[in-house]
């Protein structure tokens, strides 16, 4: 034992010794070598002005993708967005859904220039439809500079509610991105001036309509049917004065304003005015919540007493005409009085012109929902010359 340690530690010495010789051995250090090549340099951006270079790929993306918490705060608020809350999106499987209810369908119909008769999405956007996010109304990563959150789309609107002659509303920049959608759809004409009697025979689903989005036709005082009456019809300054962003994006207070396109406080039900204050257009919140008030009360008694004209045509939920035709419908409308088969299979009533142009009308007064608000004077103009009209 004692052999194989002496051996282990001359072994050791040795290879000290060795090892100390090659370094004493080692020369001067020598002169520097050249410099290595330059690695590429970033590429670049757009020219700016005057010819000088863009900034390079890294910086373009900081313009956006910065320190600042302004992307943070705009996604969040969008998630409080009836644009992206709910299942709507999963109607953009649809091609005549897709336009307006996914991204991909949205700005398919923008860059196919889409007519309004034919407002269907291209069959390749339907796989995998997504909520309408911050692409469909900006150019998010296509220049990769600030003009990445310009609008898909200004543009006036030729409206879907006729397809019968060209009726185009012009509401100005973002608020005709919004009117893309916030139209109401097609609606087979009828002639209730000249033939107010004559039968109209097509409506025959629940659904019949114009579907949701009316708030455009409204606020620009548009696609309605304007019976003749005592009411002058004129429209509210909102029209030209304000914009579906100044008023529903204004300053974000509490789950309302900002990209949440609210102007109710998602926690408390309040409304959020800073869009009407701030703006100038109103000098305080009092005025605009007192100002709301006696618009809503007066609309909303004029709704009543048209509902209550159109009551026989008309379905009814927890007490209130929602708009849709009383026609069975199995998932929807199953207590249905007319065409259910689980009741008699009872005929829905005859209807004419002019009691149709009087329901359409209707519609596109609740399904605005903002019961006034959005332009005043027109809208009890509307129903107020309506109800005197009928019978």
Known sequence: MKKLMVVQSIGAIMLFIIMGFFAACEGPAGAPGADGKDGKDGTNGTNGTNGTNGTNASESCRQCHNATSIL????????????????????????????CHS???????IKTSAPKNKYLASASTLTDPTPLGCRACHKIHTAFDSTDFNLTTVAAVDMMIDTTKALVLDLGGSSNLCLKCHQPRIIKQMDFVNAPTTAYTAITSY??????????????????????GTETYSNSIHKTGASCVKCHSG????ISGGHTFSVVNEETGALNTLGCTVSGCHSSSATVNTMVTTVRTDIDALIIA??????????????????????????ANPDAAYRNPNN?????PAVNNKTAAAIANFQLVV?????????????????????????
């Open 103 to 109: 991204s991909q369908g949205f700005l398919d119909v």
């Open 72 to 99: 943070v705060a705009k996604s969040l608020q969008l998630n409080h967005s009836l644009h992206v809350k709910g299942e709507a999106w999963l109607e953009g499987t649809r091609n005549s859904c897709a336009p």
């Open 367 to 391: 399904r605005d929902k903002s019961r006034g608000v959005h332009n005043y004077p027109y809208i009890k103009a509307l129903l107020t010359n309506t109800i005197a009209a009928l019978p």
């Open 207 to 228: 659904r019949w309509g114009t579907h949701y989005g009316t708030q455009g036709a409204m606020v620009g005082g548009k696609g309605a049917f304007e019976f003749a």
């Open 306 to 331: 048209l509902g209550d004209k159109l009551a026989t045509y008309l379905e009814k939920t927890d007490g209130k005409y929602t708009g849709y035709v009383d026609i069975y419908d199995a998932s």
């Open 344 to 348: 008699g299979n009872v005929s829905f």
């Open 251 to 254: 300053p974000a207070s509490g």
